[in-house]
């Protein structure tokens, strides 16, 4: 059996979670809302865009790039648990831009 030796990452910084607009304030704007925060999976093809989070429940929602790009909502608390294939935890882009959905691939 082999013991997961990888520390959890903060994938909000307390700056990030001042920028993120709460629950439903973009609803409506479609492929138009913004995206503040990327998360990803270093060792496979899943991607988290996030466009909104609860500061309460860290329920967020955004986009999601998998098996096929959907909206929908997602526990950041979750995420932080998750691990790719190989083992190694997601990871935040610390270099990503904010941008509308409809240009996150």
């Known amino acids: ?9 903060k994938l909000l ?15 409506g704007l479609g492929d138009e809302a913004m995206a503040f925060v990327k998360i990803f999976t270093p060792d ?3 991607t988290w865009y996030i466009t909104e989070r609860d500061p309460d429940t860290n329920e967020c929602f955004g986009v ?14 979750e995420l932080q648990g998750l691990r790719g294939p190989l083992g ?14 409809n ?3």
């Open 88 to 101: 190694l935890p997601l990871e935040r882009d610390r270099y990503f831009e904010p941008m509308p959905v």
């Open 13 to 27: 910084t307390k700056e990030l979670e001042k920028k993120l607009p709460p629950l439903y304030s973009q609803d």
């Open 44 to 46: 496979s093809n899943w």
């Open 64 to 77: 999601v790039c998998g098996l096929e790009r959907e909206y929908g909502y997602f526990n950041l608390e």
């Open 1 to 9: 059996m082999t013991t997961n030796h990888f520390k959890p990452v």
């Open 103 to 105: 240009l996150c691939k």
